[in-house]
């Protein structure tokens, strides 16, 4: 009995560590849409924080707070916000192919 | 002979200046014209527009400079930096192992300072890196100095512009703002980023050195 309640703490332990894997600063942005089958955005701080200072992005393309801006997909398109790196030049480029890159949810 | 003379005088009459003069010494009158630019005059010119052209060049070159300061300068001049191991790290796991830590947390200023991220100051290639203000600024609360704080602007300036905090988080003035560490934990001050993106309030002594452990 303590032995099955030990696997399934340490079962859920597992689950519960598996599901907090958002680094400091992650941004999970909310969905305006309606709800679909797109997950919303998952934005990875950290990664672009190893390769860039603060002031490279805050505030001339994003405010400091998250989600103080509206980021629409043809804002993105159009070479705003996120597309002014993800265009196939300084970082890779959006596309159909690289939806899941960013819309994986959480 | 003649035939001669009027060759010399047709050959030389085809040139502006002598034709003015042997016209005037033989007809009266002869309104003197005023010589069509000649192609020695025009690559002066061309020669001065591009001596002021690259006077201008160098000029804007050099108050860049002086704006920038040196450090600015100086990185200008390094060529880029190799790729770092962290950069090839896929997951945020993996990228936190090779970072340095204080406290538990990750130390992103000692992750600049050691090298082991070289996080660039913008997206062009020749951006420069903001200046690193090495300005100490105590704040002590006045209901009790022992938890006085020691802000140094020299590691927020690593990463940070002025403009990323001032005025709009802290006003210009040295305690202008009254900040609580209340405030600081409900997200204001230095809780912007301290507790999201840097360490966060439960390290105590990074701030308050009176608390740390000898």
Redesign the interface.
Known sequence: MSLKRFVLTLLLASLWAGCV??????VVFKREGQEGTTPPAVF????H????????C??SLFE??AGAVRITMDDIMAGKFCG??HNGK?AWAVTFETCARCHKGQ | MMVGCLMVMLLTGCQAATRQKMLSLVFDGATPTPPPPTRRLRRDLLREIETLQEQLRQAREESALAQQGPARAAEAQTPAAPA?P??Q?R???E??KLLPSSDDM?D?VK?VSDGV?A?????DPQ?A??PVLPLDVELVPADDPTYAVLFRHEPHT????C??CHP??FQMKRGADTITMDKITEGKYCG?CHG???FSADACARCHQAMATP
Do not use: F
């Open positions: 894997v958002a680094a400091d600063g992650d990875p701080h950290w990664i924080r190893i390769r860039y200072r603060c002031y490279a805050h505030a400091m707070k002014v790196c300084t | 770092r962290i950069e790290a997951t945020w796991d990228a936190a990750p992103w992750a991220i996080p660039k100051p913008g997206l951006a890196r903001e690593a990463w940070l512009s403009a990323n709009a988080i912007v999201k993106v840097a």
